[in-house]
Every structure is written in C-alpha cells, then in structure tokens.
C-alpha cells in the first residue's frame, strides 16, 4: 500500500463547481496533516492543516478520520485561480516535521 | 515577505560530474531540508538539517549525496557522482520548529544529467 494515495484525477469541473479531494495514508503514526497546494512547475505551498475536528478557510474545507486514515479537502465555489495539482502530506511521526506526499491530483477548472 | 531562495534554478550536467545546489533559507527558520521531485512523480524527502547536523535521511540520500551549512545562510547539497536517474526537480525546505507541517520551500533547483 502506497503511503500516501491520492485520487488520480485530473478533475476537470466549471467555474463554480464544488470539487472534493480523497486521500488515504498508510503509517497510523502519523500525527500531523496538511493540504499543499502545487502550481504547474512549481514549488509546493501549505494550503492548510487538517484538524481532527474538520476545519474550514474560506471556500475550502479539510476533514480528516483517523479510524479510516482518510483526509479529505472540499473545495467550494471553483476559482479558475483553483487550477493546480492539490497533495495530500503526513508527517511521519508526532514530533516530526518530515513529510510524507501524495503524487497529487491536479485540478483544472475551466470558464 | 521572505523567502527561501535557490541557486541555480537550472543545471544541466554530465553523468558522473559533481553538483552542488545552493539554498539560502529564511533567516530566523532553524530546520532545513531538501527534498525532490521527479518529473511526474511526487515530492521525496531526503534530508532534513538542525544544529548543524543531519537529523534525518531517507533512502534516497545515499553516500553521493551530502549537506552542509557552511557559512550560516547557505544550505548546500552536493551530488558526488551524478547518475541519470538524479534528473529531478530539488527543493530547499526551511521552518522555524521540528514540529510543524509549514514548511517553506525555495523555487527548486532542476538538475539534468546526461
């Protein structure tokens, strides 16, 4: 099982759509989860952190379950801005600030 | 704002030549790391860096790879002996505590090897 997978998209939806992210991640120590955000050839950006209780930024929503070692991210109301591949990372361990990626799914969102 | 900066943005080498990519992290930020992305595939990690010592390695960061800090700003990884399979995108990483996802990365360094 891949350490952390991610749907393999790409998505394409409108301008407007409601998109969701699945990832599911494999080391049961991991303590910490994060949303990057990754522009075309670029570097990767924290979108947001996963709390165990869900939480919210705006048009974006991140809800993780820990039974299921599943995170999510739910994007509301798609900016043409939103297209960009979205990866889902782990740390490795409390205590750790190594991070584990998933491969991403790009999202495209078109006028 | 500042930000992490990487040099060169784009190296194309020989196999077996050394490189060394530079990185210039933000300055009040204590943990440094690099990681890589080959073209398609996801991001790795392969070293991080606190008090002037490596505190962890991934399987990646072999005996051709080395870290180093030499002046207090830079943050550099050497390549000994390139192989082609080391083609990839190479980010710089800085944060301010061991115990944070926020990680901030530098534009990445492309290395090509032929």
């Known amino acids: 099982r891949k350490e952390v997978e991610q749907d393999p998209g790409p998505f394409n939806v409108p301008e407007g759509a409601t998109v969701a992210f699945n990832c599911t991640y494999s080391n049961s120590a991991s303590q910490s989860f994060f949303w990057y955000r990754q522009d075309c050839r670029k570097e990767p950006k924290l979108l947001m952190s996963v709390y165990s209780s869900g939480n919210e930024d705006g048009r974006f929503t991140a809800q993780l379950n820990r039974a299921s070692q599943y995170i999510s991210l739910l994007i509301r109301d798609s900016k043409l801005s939103d297209s960009a591949t979205y990866l889902c990372?782990?740390?490795?361990?409390?205590?750790?600030?190594?991070?584990?990626f998933g491969k991403g799914t790009m999202l495209l969102v078109s006028p | 704002e500042p930000e992490v900066t990487q040099t060169p943005s784009h190296q194309v080498t020989q196999m077996g030549q050394e490189v060394i990519l530079r990185c210039v992290p933000i300055s009040n930020h204590l943990y440094f790391y690099w990681y890589r992305q080959i073209l398609g595939q996801k991001v790795e990690f392969l070293v991080s860096f606190y008090n002037n010592e490596i505190s962890e390695k991934s399987e990646i960061f072999d005996d051709q790879f080395s870290v180093e800090r030499p002046d207090g700003s830079n943050f550099t990884l050497k390549i000994r002996s390139t192989k082609l399979e080391d083609s990839a995108m190479y980010f710089c990483?800085?944060?301010?505590?061991?115990?944070?996802?926020?990680?901030?990365f530098g534009e990445g360094s492309r290395l090509t090897v032929l």
């Open positions: 990483a800085s944060t301010w505590t061991g115990n944070t996802g926020e990680l901030f």
């Open positions: 990372v782990v740390n490795k361990a409390e205590g750790y600030s190594t991070l584990t």
